[in-house]
DNA sequence: AACGAACCCAACCGCCCAACG
DNA sequence: TCGTTGGGCGGTTGGGTTCGT
């Protein structure tokens, strides 16, 4: 059918905003809210269209908007939530307070997406590539300088790295089918189903990825690991979700859960040596650095170039061992 | 200092969808 | 049921800024 223009383009301004125009709509907003952005500019004596004021109001003029730069958490949360959820910018900036949709989208194509790119994952599926790969990147002296991180980028080149487990999706998957093609009443709880902790505990790397989901920063943080129990309920009770798709899963994993890794660096120290948050019960959490951001002159706690935000990225590797079978020599 | 290339990001474009009459 | 509208979304653009030579 099509759609036509949301206003008249002739005689409305384009472009970027001046002051004034800024200062016209924010002060209509405080004295009428907002809203049918359509007659808004008119009302609020703006001439430009509904929609460029929305878009205004929304990816600039907002109070909530966080300005300057990502911190090395934000990033790692896109990078997360991006394997997850693709390109929806708006579902993801939902987990970023402050952020909007239309920064992280930046953001990622200025940013992350060239780093990924260098690191020879593929920005898309995040799955290694290594007609992707920059070998620079490996043979980085500064990499070579510890042993772990050169072992987490060969780690990532054999493809080790997934953003979120893939054995847990695997599993949800197949739980979900099996309920299709079984039936018999699905089991009332988690404890009831098939799968178990232990079981859970079995999949490599799980225990992990289920150790590292913390609340949202404006939640209380949590020092102890996560265990599967806690879960929300539309994630373990398997039974209510005869119908979902997998995406339901994944849209759970982010409605109420961000993971963020156990292991970083402490920004602070000069080696740059790894902390065990989970053994060592470090008072260090995301909220931290999130509080940053109120203050005038803000302390970002990140890594302050894009080369230590890579390491950082190659520390948070270690929680997937290096399987010994695979012999790292081959690739040479 | 000058110039072009590369980068960054605010703003725009056009499609989609839910709500409504 | 269908057409219209408002608003949201992801993709793209273009101008300003920074970087490299």
């Known amino acids: 059918m099509g759609r036509a223009p949301c206003c008249d383009k002739s005689g409305l301004k384009r472009g970027p905003w001046t002051p004034e125009e800024d200062q016209k709509l924010l002060d209509y907003i405080h004295q009428h809210g907002y809203g049918n952005w359509r007659t808004l500019p008119k009302n609020a004596g703006l001439q430009r269209c509904g929609k460029s004021c929305r878009l205004r109001w929304t990816n600039y003029l907002r109070p909530d908007i966080k300005r300057g730069r990502f911190s090395f958490e934000e990033e790692e949360t896109i990078i997360q939530l991006h394997g997850i959820l693709g390109n929806k910018w708006s579902a993801i900036a939902a987990r970023l307070p402050g952020r909007t949709d239309n920064e992280i989208k930046n953001y990622w194509n200025t940013h992350i997406r060239k780093r990924l790119l260098r690191m020879g994952i593929d920005p898309v599926t995040h799955a290694p590539r290594l007609d992707l790969l920059d070998f620079s990147s490996i043979v980085n002296p500064c990499l070579f300088s510890n042993s772990a991180s050169a072992q987490v980028n060969f780690s990532r080149l054999l493809g080790v790295d997934p953003p979120i487990n893939p054995e847990l999706l695997r599993l949800a998957t197949s739980l979900l089918l099996s309920q299709h093609q079984n039936s018999n ?148």
């Open 185 to 332: 009443p699905a089991p009332q709880n988690f404890e009831e189903s098939q799968l178990t902790n232990q079981q859970f505990q079995e999949i490599p790397g799980f225990t992990t990825v289920a150790s590292t989901f913390v609340p949202f920063p404006n939640e209380a943080p949590v020092s102890q690991p996560k265990l599967v129990d806690e879960f929300p309920s539309n994630l373990t009770d398997f039974s209510s979700s005869s119908n979902s798709q997998i995406s339901d899963l994944a849209s759970s994993l982010t409605e109420d859960y961000v993971p963020f890794p156990t292991y970083d660096y402490d920004y602070r120290s000069s080696d740059q040596s790894l902390i065990d948050h989970s053994s060592t019960n470090s008072t260090f959490n995301s909220h931290d650095s999130y509080q940053s951001f109120g203050s005038s002159s803000p302390t970002y706690i990140t890594s302050s170039t894009e080369d230590e935000r890579e390491i950082s990225y190659c520390s948070n590797m270690l929680k997937f061992d290096l399987p010994d079978l695979l012999d790292v020599n081959e690739f040479m």
